[in-house]
């Protein structure tokens, strides 16, 4: 038994027999031509077979994993069309005397050499995209065409690395999950398994020449490990785990598509809490109306500097358009506190759950928030977005944030950048917004409530220090009574209230909430059937 650890892109766990893909890489010899404009002729030849194979995988794409992660066949398609790129090839080929196949390769690696070199981590993972289809392309000209990647019984993907296009190929039915050496959580085929929802784990430290087709695989995307030939209680806790899901998509199946309604007619949103792109098809999965929370700092998160604002739209953009028509309310960044981020230089604090974090960084940083703002105005175009700003305390601050905004629509309008107007809410997580809701309520659109820190802040208790879990009551009554009255105050100037905190989930609670008259509970992927369950039986 032999076990790896890697990088989890979807979760979920797969025992199976492994099919592994060696990466056979084209030989490609340089060869001096006679007549160069034979070889152009031959590059535009196969350029057309290449657009066609990708319009064949983007149609096939559309179906299996829908319109927005199909997308990156529309996007190989237009790379093939780039000038840049065809001025390389030709320009090769007519000053260099070479063929058609060895000038397309080269020029792939240069382009592919040059993203990968990128400090930005959409651009690096371009780099695998540009690798493709050359690779595609060379295969054309040399008239090599596209191999089908076939296999007969439900198998575990071992490889160096997957394009988009061999991923697409394959036979859905037929995998169980996917575990590369390479790879990145931005690139394509990380997204196609996200929303194909097969459990995928990438950067595994593996050596392929070790790996056989027919080996015995656990692959836990949970824990991040793979296990080659498990022992046999290995493979009794997959087979647990296993069951576990499949009761869950057994009750999927009982309530999905079923309203969140209770038995006397009240009707409550369900929506889901995320923590980033990955978290999408969870949501999808679980049959959330929505997404309630999305937790944008992860965007900030085990990095050497500040992601940039093409980045981050590219991340908002795919949530938007993966969600459809569904609301997603994306948080501002809440840095700060117990996530601590090296390069925004927060200094130490021997407070810093009531310090320096979350608007108020933005507020004293705001070429950070507006770096923000731009990416999710420009992302808005694409789906139903509402922004959220946490840790509001003062009428003032909604002011200042309303000002900011207002600055950044303007540089957009101005630059002509299409953005909508988006629903603009804030987090109530502290005593002091819950006492001013009323002021807040004719200021913003929506209240979103975050149980964890205003039961901390309430009770003066660090929600960190295991020492004082006994003393950590999230149904204290004064809990309770904000609740109650930021509904109140949000519902009498015509505004919805809802929950995003760790008490949504709580089942215990659910009908006091209703009774309340709370709009909306945004929970965990996994909560969102037995909550929806839950409201279903109160009367």
Same mark, same amino acid.
């Given at each position: 038994?032999?076990?790896?650890?890697?990088?989890?892109?979807?979760?979920?766990?797969?025992?199976?027999?492994?099919?592994?893909?060696?990466?056979?890489?084209?030989?490609?010899?340089?060869?001096?031509?006679?007549?160069?404009?034979?070889?152009?002729?031959?590059?535009?030849?196969?350029?057309?077979?290449?657009?066609?194979?990708?319009?064949?995988?983007?149609?096939?794409?559309?179906?299996?994993?829908?319109?927005?992660?199909?997308?990156?066949?529309?996007?190989?398609?237009?790379?093939?069309?780039?000038?840049?790129?065809?001025?390389?090839?030709?320009?090769?080929?007519?000053?260099?005397?070479?063929?058609?196949?060895?000038?397309?390769?080269?020029?792939?690696?240069?382009?592919?050499?040059?993203?990968?070199?990128?400090?930005?981590?959409?651009?690096?993972?371009?780099?695998?995209?540009?690798?493709?289809?050359?690779?595609?392309?060379?295969?054309?000209?040399?008239?090599?065409?596209?191999?089908?990647?076939?296999?007969?019984?439900?198998?575990?993907?071992?490889?160096?690395?997957?394009?988009?296009?061999?991923?697409?190929?394959?036979?859905?039915?037929?995998?169980?999950?996917?575990?590369?050496?390479?790879?990145?959580?931005?690139?394509?085929?990380?997204?196609?398994?996200?929303?194909?929802?097969?459990?995928?784990?990438?950067?595994?430290?593996?050596?392929?020449?070790?790996?056989?087709?027919?080996?015995?695989?656990?692959?836990?995307?949970?824990?991040?490990?793979?296990?080659?030939?498990?022992?046999?209680?290995?493979?009794?806790?997959?087979?647990?785990?296993?069951?576990?899901?499949?009761?869950?998509?057994?009750?999927?199946?009982?309530?999905?598509?079923?309203?969140?309604?209770?038995?006397?007619?009240?009707?409550?949103?369900?929506?889901?809490?995320?923590?980033?792109?990955?978290?999408?098809?969870?949501?999808?999965?679980?049959?959330?109306?929505?997404?309630?929370?999305?937790? %944008? +700092?992860? @965007?900030?998160?085990?990095? =050497?500097? !500040?992601?940039?604002?093409?980045?981050?739209?590219?991340? &908002?953009?795919?949530?938007?358009?993966?969600?459809?028509?569904?609301?997603?309310?994306?948080?501002?960044?809440?840095?700060?506190?117990?996530?601590?981020?090296?390069?925004?230089?927060?200094?130490?604090?021997?407070?810093?759950?009531?310090?320096?974090?979350?608007?108020?960084?933005?507020?004293?940083?705001?070429?950070?928030?507006?770096?923000?703002?731009?990416?999710?105005?420009?992302?808005?175009?694409?789906?139903?977005?509402?922004?959220?700003?946490?840790?509001?305390?003062?009428?003032?601050?909604?002011?200042?944030?309303?000002?900011?905004?207002?600055?950044?629509?303007?540089?957009?309008?101005?630059?002509?950048?299409?953005?909508?107007?988006?629903?603009?809410?804030?987090?109530?997580?502290?005593?002091?917004?819950?006492?001013? %809701? +009323?002021? @807040?309520?004719?200021?913003? =659109?929506? !209240?979103?409530?975050?149980?964890?820190?205003?039961?901390? &802040?309430?009770?003066?208790?660090?929600?960190?220090?295991?020492?004082?879990?006994?003393?950590?009551?999230?149904?204290?009554?004064?809990?309770?009574?904000?609740?109650?009255?930021?509904?109140?105050?949000?519902?009498?100037?015509?505004?919805?209230?809802?929950?995003?905190?760790?008490?949504?989930?709580?089942?215990?609670?659910?009908?006091?909430?209703?009774?309340?008259?709370?709009?909306?509970?945004?929970?965990?992927?996994?909560?969102?059937?037995?909550?929806?369950?839950?409201?279903?039986?109160?009367?």
């Amino acid at each position: 038994m032999v076990k790896y650890y890697g990088k989890t892109v979807f979760k979920g766990v797969a025992i199976g027999p492994a099919v592994v893909l060696k990466n056979e890489e084209q030989q490609v010899k340089r060869r001096k031509v006679g007549n160069p404009e034979d070889e152009v002729k031959r590059v535009g030849e196969g350029l057309e077979t290449a657009q066609a194979q990708l319009q064949a995988l983007y149609e096939k794409a559309v179906v299996e994993v829908g319109e927005a992660s199909a997308a990156i066949f529309e996007v190989h398609q237009m790379m093939l069309e780039d000038e840049d790129y065809l001025d390389a090839i030709y320009n090769m080929i007519r000053t260099e005397q070479v063929n058609a196949e060895y000038a397309v390769a080269l020029t792939g690696d240069n382009f592919s050499q040059m993203f990968a070199g990128m400090d930005d981590d959409y651009m690096k993972a371009r780099a695998a995209d540009v690798k493709d289809i050359s690779n595609r392309l060379v295969k054309c000209i040399s008239g090599n065409g596209e191999a089908g990647l076939d296999f007969q019984e439900p198998s575990i993907i071992v490889a160096d690395d997957l394009s988009p296009s061999e991923t697409v190929q394959m036979d859905k039915e037929k995998i169980l999950a996917f575990v590369t050496v390479h790879g990145s959580a931005n690139s394509h085929t990380s997204i196609l398994a996200r929303m194909m929802n097969i459990p995928a784990l990438i950067g595994v430290p593996l050596d392929l020449a070790k790996v056989q087709s027919g080996m015995k695989v656990v692959v836990d995307g949970v824990q991040g490990e793979v296990i080659f030939e498990p022992n046999e209680f290995v493979c009794e806790e997959a087979e647990r785990k296993i069951k576990k899901e499949r009761e869950k998509v057994q009750l999927l199946q009982e309530l999905k598509g079923k309203e969140n309604v209770t038995l006397s007619g009240k009707e409550i949103n369900v929506y889901a809490n995320i923590g980033g792109i990955g978290d999408v098809g969870y949501a999808l999965e679980n049959d959330a109306g929505g997404v309630g929370l999305f937790r %944008s +700092e992860f @965007l900030y998160l085990g990095r =050497d500097d !500040f992601p940039s604002e093409e980045e981050q739209f590219q991340a &908002y953009r795919q949530v938007l358009q993966t969600m459809g028509e569904k609301k997603v309310i994306i948080r501002t960044l809440d840095i700060g506190a117990d996530k601590q981020v090296e390069y925004f230089n927060l200094g130490k604090e021997d407070n810093p759950a009531m310090g320096y974090r979350a608007i108020r960084i933005c507020l004293k940083q705001p070429e950070i928030f507006k770096t923000q703002l731009r990416a999710l105005l420009r992302a808005s175009v694409y789906g139903n977005l509402s922004i959220m700003y946490p840790m509001i305390i003062s009428t003032e601050e909604v002011e200042r944030i309303y000002a900011i905004v207002a600055e950044v629509k303007k540089e957009l309008a101005e630059e002509q950048i299409a953005f909508k107007e988006p629903e603009q809410g804030i987090m109530i997580e502290t005593p002091a917004a819950v006492m001013i %809701s +009323e002021k @807040l309520a004719q200021m913003v =659109d929506f !209240f979103s409530v975050g149980t964890n820190d205003l039961t901390q &802040y309430t009770l003066a208790i660090d929600r960190q220090n295991e020492k004082l879990d006994d003393f950590y009551n999230p149904h204290h009554e004064a809990i309770l009574s904000m609740i109650q009255m930021i509904v109140d105050n949000a519902h009498k100037h015509g505004k919805w209230a809802g929950i995003c905190g760790e008490l949504g989930a709580d089942l215990e609670l659910t009908e006091t909430f209703v009774k309340m008259g709370i709009d909306e509970l945004s929970v965990s992927p996994s909560m969102v059937l037995p909550l929806r369950k839950r409201i279903r039986e109160i009367d």
